[in-house]
């Protein structure tokens, strides 16, 4: 199919771009249209030229696939600068989402018409990139410096109506933008004079303190992100649109658009973006129609339970939340309406809104008032007994086709399905706490799962706006094992030598936003104490064993709920200061082992962290239960704060070097010969010359 056409009527020529799903500016694309507006600019029965798009979008922004290999020409920059300088004054007719090069390109042109819903926004920053085809320099000019920072740094679209408001865009088309565009043209077929571009506005130029303020306050207020390449990098070229000569202001941003796109944030960054999609890909279930479900039942109405609750609300489901008495079903019912009003206080939900959402659930002591569910998801407490106990009830009270799924995160499936007589319709739903917040949901599929519940469980996790990422059946999954390998390579290094002040700072250095014994403080060191006894039977002998946290469970240390864990906490305090008792704990510990302390640095730290992470990774691919080491990566970025700029352990790993890792993890098996040897994978990437990234296929 053309991805260009052109067609003229009267003393008007309409360039349609057709290039689904989003009309992603690629080289085919620029081309054609480069091509097609020199024809159109030469054609002397043509006055005006309208440039619209066909299928469900504008552009929405440069080939993200294209950044990486080498640069085809026609660049995006020269295309808009083609526009821009354009004899006849060009209209773009903006609907869908206007996004990153799809705005600049809509910046270039003359005049901007936009549907009513279309979305508007320069991404960039998300990508670990900036605007690099003008938005930098066209962008301030028309809507004023303090307006285009807010949009590039926050990378956030803004709605047609606030465009025009605002000067971005010309005309609110009450319908289609096209036929909007054309009725404009005509206007302007009268006329002989060319139209101004944006880079010829003057009018936020004329007030350079204004400009220049609203600089110096976005670097002032870049708080973390100044660790990023890209933000500072947007706030000097939007300095120098004001300060440099027009054409100098356009190619620094491109020097600083060519240096960032380069950077190993951005590919971590466009990694991110292309894992999240490929996520849901799953070749097994091309053609499973998923099975239909309006009324799910939610047993427990605990954190968890109350937060999936909220969540399939606002999704449009309608709920049943059951709990064993009515005091804890008035809790959970209470947290759910507690959420509400944070969101309407916010504004993120109407009033109206609220009241449809709770017009929708509904609350019960009994079990059987789920007959009819479409769906149970069962979030009691972690208990495989207990869990067995609900799933077998369950399984009485269910119609048949019900889908059963557990919010369990690290207990067996497999042996949960066993407890009733339809294992082919249970699966694991791992939300993550609070659930209407967090965007993963692990889907756990268990050896007799049907192939239409997993579909089902996809489709869910759309409906509710998350991302689902699919899991084998093992203890943790994806998430928790990793978090448990970090956390064991803490350990050892905490009885190594260092503090656990020394990990959190050298954690957080390097990109999290809290360290691992921050995060167990938060969470309930009792939490991870009951599974370390629940698995000590089996845990291998030969495997090193650190006891510092029983230690601290043993003496009451439970964390934030208990005053004291690793940190010390005052009177409702959730930052903890460093507390000497634990120090001489963890060396008294140290002595009974027999272990020296040595020093410790932050980069060992970060080193060995990575290792342990990537290498669980790489056994969880060994044995199949992730699909590919992208949708490892999202686990860990999307569920457990691994920074998005590096783009996950896997990603991480192939940026350090696949050699350079195992290397590290042989010497650390010398020491630890179990936690630290390296899964058989690395070899056979390492061999083949490939990295991980090469197993995400596309
Ligand atoms: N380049 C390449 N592919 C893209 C793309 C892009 N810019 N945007 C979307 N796609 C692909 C997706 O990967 C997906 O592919 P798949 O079907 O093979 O998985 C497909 O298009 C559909 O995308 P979504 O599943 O995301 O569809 P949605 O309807 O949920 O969302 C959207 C549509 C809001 C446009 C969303 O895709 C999006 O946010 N896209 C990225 C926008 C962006 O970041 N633009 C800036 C790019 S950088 C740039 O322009 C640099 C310039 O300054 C030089």
Known sequence: MEKVRVAVAGRIATITLANPPVNALGAELRGGLLSA????????????????????????????????????????????????????????????????????????????????????????????????????QRLPRLVGAGQALGMMLSGLPIGAARAAELGLVDVVADGSAQPAAVQ?????????????????????????????????????????????????????????????????????????????????????MRHAFLAERRAARQPDLVGVAPRAVSHVGVVGGGLMGSGITTALLSAGFSVTMVERDTAALSAGLARVATSHERAVASGRLSEEAREAEWARVGGTTEMAALAQADLVIEAVTEDEAVKAAVFAELDQIARQGAILATNTSYLDVDRIAAATTRPDDVIGLHFFSPAHVMKLVEVVVGDRTAPDVTATAFA???RMGKIAVRAGVCDGFIGNRILTAYRTATDFLLEDGASPYDIDRAMVAWGFPKGPYQVLDMAGLDISWARRKRLAATRDPARRYVAIGDRLCEAGRFGQ???????????????????????????????????????????????????????????????????RPSDIDLVMMLGYGFPRWRGGPMQAADTAGLLTLRDDLRDYAREEAVFWQPAPLWDDLIKNGRKFADMNED
């Open 561 to 627: 709920k208990s005053g004291r864990g690793y940190y010390l906490y005052d009177e409702g305090a959730r930052t903890g200061r460093e507390d000497p008792d634990v120090l001489a704990m963890i060396a008294a510990e140290r002595e009974a082992r027999g272990i020296v302390a040595r020093p410790v640095h932050a980069a060992e730290v970060q080193r060995r962290v990575l290792a342990a992470m990537a290498n669980e990774g790489a056994r969880i691919l060994g044995e199949g239960i992730a699909q």
């Open 184 to 268: 404009l043209a005509a206007a302007f077929v009268a006329r002989e004079a060319k139209l101004p571009s944006a880079a010829d506005r003057t009018d936020h130029r004329a007030d350079p303190a204004a400009w220049l303020n609203a600089v110096a306050e976005a670097r002032a207020g870049l708080g973390t992100a100044r660790r990023l390449p890209a933000p500072p990098r947007i706030i000097d070229c939007v300095e120098a649109a004001l300060l440099l000569p027009e054409g100098e202001g356009f190619a620094f941003e491109r020097a600083a658009f060519e240096d960032l796109v380069a950077s190993p944030e951005a590919a971590a």
């Open 37 to 136: 507006l020199n024809e159109a600019a030469d054609d002397r029965k043509v006055r005006v030229i309208v440039i619209a798009a066909d299928g469900r979008t504008w552009p929405a922004g440069a080939d993200i696939r294209e950044f990486g290999k080498p640069p085809v020409a026609p660049l995006l920059p020269e295309l808009c600068d083609a526009i821009a300088a354009c004899p006849k004054p060009v209209i773009a007719a903006m609907h869908g989402t206007a996004l990153g090069g799809g705005l600049e390109l809509a910046l270039a042109a003359h005049v901007r018409v936009a549907e009513a819903g279309t979305q508007i926004g320069l991404p960039e920053v998300t990508l670990g990139i900036l605007p690099g085809a003008g938005g930098t």
């Open 460 to 462: 869910l996790a759309k």
